[in-house]
């Protein structure tokens, strides 16, 4: 893939970069090693200083980066913006809670005291220089979940984002620069995917995180484990919406369809699978497709459109594929299913309920990355539970249940990294985020992704110290 700002909604290559030379690339990486002996050792309130400052200047920065990303992208302008006011707080929650997340842990000495030592103490060291492999979907948050706390930490990054986002990637860059960090604290490379197995393996380089696909994925954890390296992966998702019988049908129905099409549809979080208890099966489906139906798609840029356009041709090509097959397998398709008529330009595709899926569907195990949703009618909670786990992907979940012994049996049960009781899904500097079985290892976000990239090391003093 060429490195290129190409619009979506257009079509239309508006400009095109350059990827960095071998040159190129081996001095980012010498600063990339120069910055981190300087960062490693600056002390937290230097750092909360800087992250600060990052995210002071991504307020004021809000409406014009978000307009890049739509227009590299496509998602709602309203939405990029809550995008950036999004990295803006979490820059600040890790700014206000990474010290305390990463003090000092001092052991009981009576538990080590058959130890030899006097006293012991965990502390946690930064790593080094950490590579980023980041997606388009949302090219600002996802690069900021993984930044904020690994500079904080006393980490430095460097940025492979995905070829489609240029403009953005090198935004992120600059706003640290901006912010006062050290030069080659935080570093973009414009650089394809073949030229990342050089830098990961390249020793100046301590870890590596991917969010993405999962051949993407696969193939930084095999080069990773190949040097011995640690990694953090998010991949794909399929997740699951449960509604049963007590749930609040309306509340369900609203919050369902905004889970399906956040971002046009395309968010590994987003609810894909809607299993309904068919007690309430016709009632919520009326609800569910109404107000997909009623979604307006169109330009992105306009401030009262619902959906925009995918964001590549091959990405609606693929979307189409998962449709077709599932249709021409006995599908139905409640509402959608094809290109918007009024569209011609761009890649747009309009909101879609498919009905009656099988297993033998491709639909049915593979992700959809648009505004498609699935519907499941089951009998029981135990028939949910089984459809729910009937994927390779394990991300997270959504469950719709006011009754306690249901939520206790599908948080027991339900094989993902979160389920979210009666609300959508979605990501918190608080929370630790990620997944289970094809949807990754290793966790983002609260103190639990912030140890991610740290040296846990136990200190140890003798009886004489």
Same mark, same amino acid.
């Given at each position: 893939?060429?490195? *290129?700002?190409?619009?979506? *909604?257009?079509? +239309?290559? $508006?400009?095109?970069?350059?990827?960095?030379?071998?040159?190129? /690339?081996?001095?980012?990486?010498?600063?990339?090693?120069?910055?981190?002996?300087?960062?490693?050792?600056?002390?937290?309130?230097?750092?909360?200083?800087?992250?600060? #400052?990052?995210?002071?200047?991504?307020?004021?920065?809000?409406?014009?980066?978000? %307009?890049?990303?739509?227009?590299?992208?496509?998602?709602?302008?309203?939405?990029?913006?809550?995008?950036?006011?999004?990295?803006?707080?979490?820059?600040?929650?890790?700014?206000?809670?990474? +010290?305390?997340?990463?003090?000092?842990?001092?052991?009981?000495?009576?538990?080590?005291?058959?130890?030899?030592?006097?006293?012991?103490?965990?502390?946690?060291?930064?790593?080094?220089?950490?590579?980023?492999?980041?997606?388009?979907?949302?090219?600002?948050?996802?690069?900021?979940?993984?930044?904020?706390?690994?500079?904080?930490?006393?980490?430095?990054?460097? $940025?492979?984002?995905?070829?489609?986002?240029?403009?953005?990637?090198?935004?992120? +860059?600059?706003?640290?620069? %901006?912010?006062?960090?050290?030069?080659?604290?935080?570093?973009? $490379?414009?650089?394809?995917?073949?030229?990342?197995?050089?830098?990961?393996?390249?020793?100046?380089?301590?870890?590596?995180?991917?969010?993405?696909?999962?051949?993407?994925?696969?193939?930084?954890?095999?080069?990773?484990?190949?040097?011995?390296?640690?990694?953090?992966?998010?991949?794909?998702?399929?997740?699951?919406?449960?509604?049963?019988?007590?749930?609040?049908?309306?509340?369900? #129905? %609203?919050?369902?369809?905004?889970?399906?099409?956040?971002?046009?549809?395309?968010?590994?979080?987003?609810?894909?699978?809607? /299993?309904?208890?068919?007690?309430?099966?016709?009632?919520?489906?009326?609800?569910?497709?109404?107000?997909?139906?009623?979604?307006?798609?169109?330009?992105?840029?306009?401030?009262?459109?619902?959906?925009?356009?995918?964001?590549?041709?091959?990405?609606?090509?693929?979307?189409? +594929?998962?449709?077709?097959?599932?249709?021409?397998?006995?599908?139905?398709?409640?509402?959608?299913?094809?290109?918007?008529?009024?569209?011609?330009?761009?890649?747009?595709?309009?909101?879609?309920?498919?009905?009656?899926?099988?297993?033998?569907?491709?639909?049915?195990?593979?992700?959809?990355?648009?505004?498609?949703?699935?519907?499941?009618?089951?009998?029981?909670?135990?028939?949910?539970?089984?459809?729910?786990?009937?994927?390779?992907?394990?991300?997270?979940?959504?469950?719709?249940?006011?009754?306690?012994?249901?939520?206790?049996?599908?948080?027991?049960?339900?094989?993902?990294?979160?389920?979210?009781?009666?609300?959508?899904?979605?990501?918190?500097?608080?929370?630790?985020?990620?997944? #289970?079985?094809?949807?990754?290892?290793? %966790?983002?976000?609260?103190?639990?992704?912030?140890?991610?990239?740290?040296?846990?090391?136990?200190?140890?003093?003798?009886?004489?110290?």
């Amino acid at each position: 893939m060429a490195i *290129a700002t190409v619009n979506p *909604a257009t079509g +239309e290559t $508006l400009k095109t970069f350059d990827a960095l030379n071998a040159g190129e /690339i081996e001095d980012h990486l010498v600063r990339a090693e120069q910055a981190f002996q300087e960062h490693r050792t600056t002390s937290f309130a230097r750092r909360r200083e800087l992250l600060l #400052a990052a995210a002071d200047l991504l307020d004021a920065d809000q409406d014009g980066i978000a %307009r890049t990303m739509t227009t590299e992208m496509g998602k709602p302008l309203a939405q990029a913006r809550a995008e950036a006011a999004k990295c803006a707080k979490t820059m600040r929650w890790y700014a206000t809670h990474a +010290e305390a997340l990463l003090a000092d842990e001092h052991p009981d000495p009576a538990d080590v005291s058959d130890s030899g030592a006097r006293r012991a103490v965990v502390r946690y060291r930064p790593l080094g220089t950490v590579l980023a492999v980041m997606p388009w979907n949302f090219p600002l948050w996802q690069v900021v979940r993984f930044a904020a706390p690994a500079l904080m930490a006393g980490n430095t990054g460097l $940025l492979k984002h995905a070829s489609n986002v240029p403009q953005t990637a090198l935004y992120i +860059e600059e706003l640290f620069r %901006r912010a006062g960090y050290p030069e080659g604290c935080f570093q973009t $490379l414009l650089i394809g995917s073949g030229a990342v197995e050089d830098i990961l393996r390249d020793p100046r380089v301590a870890a590596a995180t991917l969010t993405g696909s999962e051949p993407a994925g696969r193939s930084v954890a095999s080069i990773a484990g190949d040097e011995v390296k640690k990694t953090v992966l998010e991949l794909g998702g399929s997740d699951p919406f449960v509604v049963l019988p007590s749930a609040d049908l309306d509340k369900a #129905a %609203r919050v369902g369809v905004t889970a399906r099409v956040q971002n046009n549809g395309q968010s590994c979080i987003a609810a894909k699978r809607f /299993i309904v208890h068919e007690d309430v099966y016709d009632a919520f489906a009326e609800r569910f497709t109404g107000r997909m139906t009623a979604l307006t798609v169109g330009d992105p840029m306009d401030e009262n459109t619902d959906i925009g356009p995918l964001s590549s041709e091959q990405g609606r090509s693929d979307l189409e +594929e998962l449709v077709d097959d599932a249709v021409h397998k006995g599908a139905t398709a409640l509402c959608g299913g094809q290109r918007p008529p009024q569209h011609r330009a761009g890649w747009f595709y309009e909101p879609t309920v498919l009905s009656g899926i099988t297993p033998e569907m491709r639909i049915h195990y593979e992700e959809a990355f648009g505004p498609v949703a699935t519907l499941y009618r089951v009998a029981d909670l135990d028939e949910a539970v089984r459809v729910a786990n009937d994927t390779p992907f394990g991300l997270s979940s959504n469950a719709w249940t006011r009754d306690p012994d249901e939520q206790d049996r599908l948080a027991r049960d339900l094989q993902a990294g979160g389920v979210f009781f009666n609300g959508m899904t979605a990501s918190h500097p608080g929370l630790p985020f990620g997944g #289970a079985k094809r949807s990754g290892y290793g %966790r983002e976000l609260s103190g639990h992704g912030m140890k991610e990239f740290c040296n846990m090391t136990t200190l140890w003093y003798g009886p004489e110290d």
